[in-house]
């Protein structure tokens, strides 16, 4: 069983930052593909970004270029770098975890079998 505990989360000015961390636990980091999705008010959750267990990235378009996903195996921890925040981006962000795979899109949150309890996003305009 892994669990896993986001944080980083908090209020911020439209244009600042933010660095969300996740960290597992339980499991065998180094072979579980990573994501991160968000949900806003009366919204589904979506996809943000995910990083495979082999280092490969992928992005939502709408945080393309702002916002840059990483992991430290050595810590057990997935990062998600947020610059150039926008009011849009407020939202619960979730981690999630799943056994590597190279075929799955990293997009598809029913793929995912383990999931965070989320830390708050907001940002102000």
């Known amino acids: 069983q892994v669990q896993l505990v986001e944080s980083g989360g908090g209020l911020v000015q439209a244009g600042g930052s933010l660095r969300l961390s996740c960290a597992a636990s339980?499991?065998?980091?180094?072979?579980?593909?990573m994501g991160w999705f968000r949900q806003a008010p009366g919204k589904e959750r979506e996809f943000v970004a995910g990083i495979r267990w082999n280092v490969v990235t992928y992005y939502a378009n709408s945080v393309k270029g702002r916002f840059t996903i990483s992991r430290d195996n050595a810590k057990n921890t997935v990062y998600l770098q947020m610059n150039s925040l926008k009011p849009e981006d407020t939202g619960v962000y979730s981690c999630?975890?799943?056994?590597?795979?190279?075929?799955?899109?990293?997009?598809?949150?029913?793929?995912?079998?383990?999931w965070g309890q989320g830390t708050q996003v907001t940002v102000s305009s």
């Open positions: 999630a975890a799943r056994r590597r795979s190279d075929l799955l899109s990293l997009t598809r949150k029913d793929t995912y079998d383990y």
């Open positions: 339980g499991g065998t980091f180094n072979s579980y593909d």
